[in-house]
């Protein structure tokens, strides 16, 4: 093994060495990010965005993305001296090879990143719903409920907390006016007793 790696070339030896490190990294990467998730400190502006609701931008310039790129830069330019190509040719393909491998990756981790931040509850889409009381709501805020409401076509089970002077005991329809900083929403019974809660429900749903 030694001898083999003492009879390779300067320009030779660069790429190898590029290669079993930034392979080695890249590997440990795939393995975190399957096992714990894209939540490491390193690419938390991504999170930052998420949590902020300012929208994912497309991050090119990120840890793992340069670790993708000399991990094809290493390989695509150990491909072509083995293939005989002399120095400059080996250079350019191993940069383009990289640079796709760059593009691919950043591709990838800004649409993952938009399905888990599309998947996030943002309760703020609750209000001007329609929902019906499951445990009953306390008159004057005095004791928090729970309603079965739509939010972003999923039916969820929310607190809630109401204005009326009347407790809201469960099946009564409701319809969010505003959320708390706490993150509990605000309902007002509507007293049009013709209205349909199941249409209500569907209507919402879609």
């Known amino acids: ?46 999170d930052a965005e998420i949590e902020n609701d300012t929208g994912i931008g497309f991050q090119f310039f990120t840890f793992k993305n340069l670790v993708a790129f000399f991990t094809i830069f290493s390989w695509a330019g150990i491909s072509c001296i083995n293939a005989g190509f002399g120095k400059g040719v080996t250079i350019l393909i191993s940069v383009l090879a990289g640079l796709v491998m760059m593009f691919v990756m950043a591709t990838l981790i800004y649409y993952i990143n938009k399905l888990v931040s599309s998947g996030t509850l943002k309760l703020e889409n609750a209000i001007g719903n329609v929902g019906e009381v499951y445990l009953t709501i306390g008159a004057n805020r005095s004791k928090i409920g729970k309603v079965h409401i739509n939010v972003q076509g999923a039916l969820r089970e929310l607190e809630a907390l109401a204005d009326s002077d009347e407790a809201l005991k469960t099946g009564t329809v409701v319809k969010v006016i505003d959320i708390t900083g706490t993150g509990i929403l605000i309902v007002q019974p509507i007293n049009n007793t013709n209205y349909d809660k199941s249409t209500s429900l569907i209507a919402n749903a879609e």
């Open 1 to 46: 093994m030694g001898d083999w790696f003492s009879a390779l070339t300067t320009f030779e030896k660069s790429y190898w060495i590029i290669a079993a490190i930034a392979s080695t990294i890249f590997v440990f990467v795939l393995i975190t990010t399957f096992l714990v998730g894209d939540t490491d400190g390193i690419d938390g502006d991504v």
